[in-house]
């Protein structure tokens, strides 16, 4: 099975701030990762798929990118409706091992 | 509007059964593979389950294996996990989640179920 890494678990940042989150696989995985964010007592909600495409009305402040085994999401600046956990997902090999990311919890400093 | 909504959760005993059911509405449901993701309070995302359009096929993680049945019935727009000999690391939130083909990712999830299981 593909593990995914993320990095740092748990992150400290102001509004304005540029932030970012890596997730790394145990292995290749072409395209297919997609982004999430949740915020507490809520289900999550896609924000990238396909490593760097945007879902239709995330703001532009969010990105992806990478290839490979890494990819990082970046927030190029924090707001406040920001500070969530992020989960990455590899959706390489259908439908076995779509497994998660452990999750980032961006805090505020 | 696109919405998935669940229901079923509860509080139930180990070794217990429950039937989780998730119904789709604003899209065809016959469309869409689904799936099931848990998260255990305080813990990250796991996902459990999954089915395709026509039921036919089905996957299911080692830790639910053999425990949980994943089924759905187009007809009524409604998909479902039936939980079976539940442990206690089997107490989560359960959302169900729509696949969109075109992007491969889980672009809709319903608002999750908790289960507790506690004697």
């Known amino acids: 099975d593909i593990q995914l890494t993320q990095s740092p678990p748990f992150l400290s940042a102001s509004v304005g701030d540029r932030v970012t989150i890596t997730c790394r696989a145990s292995?290749?995985?072409?395209?297919?990762l997609a982004w999430y964010q949740q915020k507490p007592g809520r289900a999550p909600y896609l924000l990238i798929y396909a490593v760097s495409t945007l879902r239709s009305g995330v703001p532009s402040r969010f990105s992806g990118s990478g290839s490979g085994t890494e990819f990082t999401l970046t927030i190029s600046s924090l707001q406040p409706e920001d500070f969530a956990t992020y989960y990455c997902q590899q959706l390489h090999s259908y439908p076995e091992t779509w497994t998660f990311g452990p999750g980032t919890k961006v805090e505020t400093k | 509007e696109v919405q998935l909504v669940e229901s079923g959760g509860g509080l139930v005993q180990p070794g217990g059964s429950l039937r989780l059911s998730c119904v789709a509405s604003g899209f065809t449901f016959s469309d869409y593979s689904m799936n099931w993701v848990r998260q255990a309070p305080g813990r990250g995302l796991e996902y459990i389950s999954a089915?395709?359009?026509?039921?036919?096929?089905?996957y299911y993680a080692n830790s639910v294996k053999g425990r949980f049945t994943i089924s759905r019935d187009n007809s009524k727009n409604t998909l479902y996990l039936q939980l079976g000999s539940l442990r206690a690391e089997d107490m989560a939130v359960y959302y169900c989640a729509r696949v969109s083909g075109g992007t491969l990712s889980f672009d809709i999830w319903g608002q999750g179920t908790m289960v507790t299981v506690s004697s």
């Open positions: 292995r290749v995985i072409s395209k297919y």
């Open positions: 089915i395709s359009t026509n039921g036919v096929s089905t």
